[in-house]
C-alpha cells in the first residue's frame, strides 16, 4: 500500500450537506405536476379575484337602464337600480363574458362571485378542520369512554342530511343575527352558511386524525418514548403531533373543495347566499331563467367552468400533497 492511499484512506471523508426534512417536503412538492399546475392554475384565478374586488365590489349590481324597462318581471330595487345606472359600452372589458339580460357585465360577476365562493369554502374548510382535528385527537389519544362517545356522535351525525341542517341554520340564526346582531341581510347570510357548512364537514377529518393517532399509538417509537420515562403531554407534543401534519395537510387541502362544491350547491336550490350578491352556485342558478326565450347561453357556462377549474385544480394540489407527504410511495412521480 502505497502512503498517498494509506493517507487518503485515513482521510475523513466530506460530509454532505445536511438536508433538512422541509427543504425535501418543498422539493417533492415542485418536482410534482399535479401540485405545480394545480397550483398555478388556482392561484391565477386567485389572484384575478382578489385584485379586481375594488372594482367588482362596486359594479356587480349596476343594471343597464334601456334593458331593465325591456324585461318584464323586474322588482322595484331592480327597477330603481336601473334607473340611476346608465351602463356605457365604451369599457370592452367588462363584456369580456357578455352581459345577462339586465345588461350586468357577466365578468364583473363572475369574479366577485368567485371572491365570495373561495371565501366561503375557505372559511368553512377551516373550522371543519379546527373542529375535526380537535375531536380526532382527543378521541384517539384518551380512547375508552371518550372515544366511544365521540365517534358514536360522528356516527349519528353521519347519518342526518346535510341540506337539512344547513336550512335549520339559516332558519334559526339568520333573523336573529339580522335583528339582534344588525347585521346586513347579505352579510348574515355569508356568516350562516360558512358556519353552517364548517360545523357538517368536520366528520371525515376527525375520524381520520383519530385513525391516525390510533396507529401512531402503537408505534415502536412511542413506546420507546414511553420506557424512557416521558410525560404523555411531551410525547403527544414532540412525537405524535408532528407525524400528524402530513395527514391533516392533505385533507385540509382536499376539504376546501368539498366546502365550495357545498356552497354552489345550496346556492343553486337557493338556500344558499341572498341575491343579489353573487356567487357561482347562484350565477348558475340564475342563468337557467335566462335560457329561454332567448337563449344567454354564456351566462351559464362561464360560472360552471370557473367553477369546474377550480374544483380541478384543488384537488390536483390535494393529490399531489397525499403523493408528497405518503411515505410507502416514491413522492411526486406524476
Not at 369599457?91 to 369574479?111: A, E
Not at 353521519?158 to 339568520?174: D, S, T
Not at 408532528?242 to 362544491?261: D, E
Request: glycine share 8%; aromatic share 8%.
Amino acid at each position: 500500500m502505497t502512503t498517498a492511499t494509506a493517507s487518503s484512506e485515513l482521510e475523513p471523508a466530506t460530509p454532505k450537506a445536511m438536508v433538512s426534512p422541509g427543504d425535501s417536503v418543498w422539493r417533492q412538492m415542485m418536482r410534482s405536476r399535479r401540485v405545480l399546475v394545480g397550483g398555478g392554475v388556482l392561484s391565477a384565478i386567485v389572484l384575478a379575484c382578489l385584485l379586481t374586488l375594488p372594482w367588482t365590489a362596486t359594479r356587480y349590481t349596476d343594471i343597464d337602464g334601456d334593458l331593465a324597462r325591456s324585461s318584464p318581471g323586474l322588482s322595484q330595487p331592480d327597477l330603481a337600480r336601473a334607473k340611476e345606472t346608465k351602463r356605457t359600452r365604451e369599457n370592452r372589458f367588462d363584456g369580456l363574458f357578455g352581459y345577462d339580460r339586465l345588461g350586468r357585465s357577466l365578468l364583473v360577476r363572475c369574479l366577485m362571485g368567485g371572491t365570495i365562493s373561495l371565501a366561503v369554502g375557505l372559511a368553512a374548510a377551516t373550522i371543519a378542520v379546527v373542529l375535526g382535528v380537535s375531536v380526532g385527537l382527543l378521541a384517539g389519544y384518551k380512547g375508552g369512554w371518550v372515544d366511544s362517545l365521540l365517534m358514536r356522535t360522528v356516527d349519528v351525525l353521519y347519518g342526518l342530511p346535510y341540506v337539512l341542517l344547513v336550512i335549520l341554520f339559516k332558519v334559526a340564526f339568520e333573523p336573529k343575527m339580522i335583528d339582534t346582531l344588525g347585521m346586513d341581510p347579505q352579510t348574515a347570510s355569508v356568516v350562516v352558511l360558512f358556519s353552517a357548512i364548517g360545523l357538517v364537514s368536520w366528520l371525515t377529518m376527525a375520524r381520520v386524525v383519530r385513525g391516525q393517532v390510533l396507529s401512531l399509538r402503537g408505534q415502536p417509537f412511542v413506546e420507546a418514548c414511553r420506557a424512557l420515562g416521558m410525560k404523555e403531554r411531551r410525547i403527544f407534543l414532540r412525537h405524535i403531533l408532528p407525524n400528524l401534519v402530513g395527514p391533516i395537510t392533505v385533507y385540509a387541502t382536499l376539504t376546501v373543495p368539498s366546502a365550495i362544491l357545498q356552497e354552489s350547491f345550496l346556492s343553486f336550490l337557493g338556500v344558499g347566499i341572498n341575491a343579489p350578491l353573487p356567487t357561482w352556485g347562484n350565477l348558475a342558478s340564475e342563468a337557467l331563467d335566462q335560457l329561454y326565450p332567448r337563449f344567454y347561453w354564456w351566462t351559464l357556462i362561464f360560472p360552471c367552468a370557473l367553477l369546474a377549474v377550480t374544483l380541478l385544480s384543488l384537488n390536483f394540489v390535494g393529490d399531489g400533497l397525499r403523493d408528497v407527504f405518503d411515505p410507502k410511495k416514491e413522492a411526486a412521480k406524476i
